[in-house]
Structure formats: structure tokens, C-alpha cells
């Protein structure tokens, strides 16, 4: 039963989505506090769901499926209502379409590699990418709801300084894959 409980995790931050999604459509502060509430929530499993993993070394081939998934399928999710709801300015649009081509690009090169049986770990630098890109979302979460400081425009440079992570390790992940497209089948 205990080997369940991260897959569940996962699937529980997959279903957190729906959730979030449906902020957006209420007016009020409070509509996106409770968006960042459920946010964290989603950042918890998503911390949760490994940490258990390896603790009682139970990671499975469903968890290594839907895990990346799961966290793709967030930040996707959030950056497009973000955008269509008109929570940040239009030249922060482009951030968020760097960060969905690199999670994109990425996934499509581990598939790839995994048909090889190629691994490509995880950075340091993507991990920082990542953890400055969940910060920023969740203070463009909350945006104008914050008044004592400005918050919509400190999410948005965070966005911007994650994009530019996001750039330069899809770029080290390319390189990493590189050599393996290119040999002949």
C-alpha cells in the first residue's frame, strides 16, 4: 500500500489543476490567494511524491512516467490562463513561450534518449531554473493582490531570469542528446 502513496501524490497534483484553472474565472484577492494555496499544495506533492520514493525506495516506471508530466502540465496550465486572463504584460508572453518550447523540446529529446536507453540527469543549474520559475508563478498567482510591494513585476522578471535558465540548459540538454541523434541507425 505504502508504494501507492507517490503515484497518488502525483495523480493528486494532477487533479490540483482543474482547481487552479478555475480561479481564474472568480473575480477577488482572494480567488488568487487560493490559487497560491493550492499551488503549494501541488509544490508540496510534487516534493512529497519523491522524497517518499526514495525513501522507502519504491520508484516505479508509473511515477518516472508521470511525474515530469504532472509538472509540465502545471506550469502549462497556469502560464496560459496567466495569459489569457491578462495577469502579465504582453512582452512577458514571451518568456512563457520559451519556458512551454524548452519543457516541450526537452520531454520529446528524453523520449527519444530513453528508446536508447540514454539518461540525461538533471542539472543544478535546471534545478535553480526550476525552483526561480515556481517562485515566479506563484507570485504572478497572487499578482495585484499584494500592495505593499510590486508584486506582478517581480513575477515577471522572475519569469525572465528562469526563461534565460531555461535557454541555456534545453541548450546543455541538446548537447547532451546531440551526438546520439546524429549517429546512423
Known amino acids: 500500500m505504502l508504494s501507492r502513496i507517490p503515484n497518488l501524490l502525483t495523480l493528486l497534483r494532477i487533479a490540483l489543476i482543474p482547481l487552479i484553472v478555475v480561479t481564474f474565472y472568480f473575480d477577488g484577492n482572494m480567488w488568487r490567494w487560493i490559487a497560491l494555496g493550492i499551488f503549494i499544495a501541488a509544490g508540496i506533492t510534487d516534493f512529497l511524491d519523491g522524497w517518499l520514493a526514495r525513501m522507502w525506495d519504491e520508484q516505479s516506471n508509473l511515477g ?64 535553480w531554473k526550476t525552483g526561480i520559475q515556481m517562485i515566479a508563478i506563484g507570485i504572478l498567482l497572487v499578482g495585484d493582490a499584494v500592495s505593499l510591494i510590486p508584486a506582478r513585476e517581480i513575477g515577471e522578471v522572475g519569469l525572465w531570469i528562469a526563461a534565460v535558465m531555461t535557454l541555456i540548459t534545453g541548450w546543455d540538454y541538446l548537447q547532451a542528446g546531440l551526438h546520439h541523434m546524429m549517429k546512423d541507425d
Open 64 to 127: 518516472r512516467f508521470l511525474d515530469p508530466i504532472a509538472d509540465k502540465l502545471l506550469v502549462a496550465a497556469i502560464l496560459m490562463m496567466l495569459v489569457a486572463k491578462g495577469r502579465m504584460s504582453d512582452l512577458t508572453v514571451l518568456p512563457a513561450i520559451v519556458i512551454l518550447c524548452r519543457e516541450i523540446a526537452v520531454s520529446g529529446l528524453r523520449e527519444f534518449l530513453a528508446e536508447l536507453n540514454v539518461g540525461v540527469p538533471v542539472s543544478r543549474l535546471a534545478k
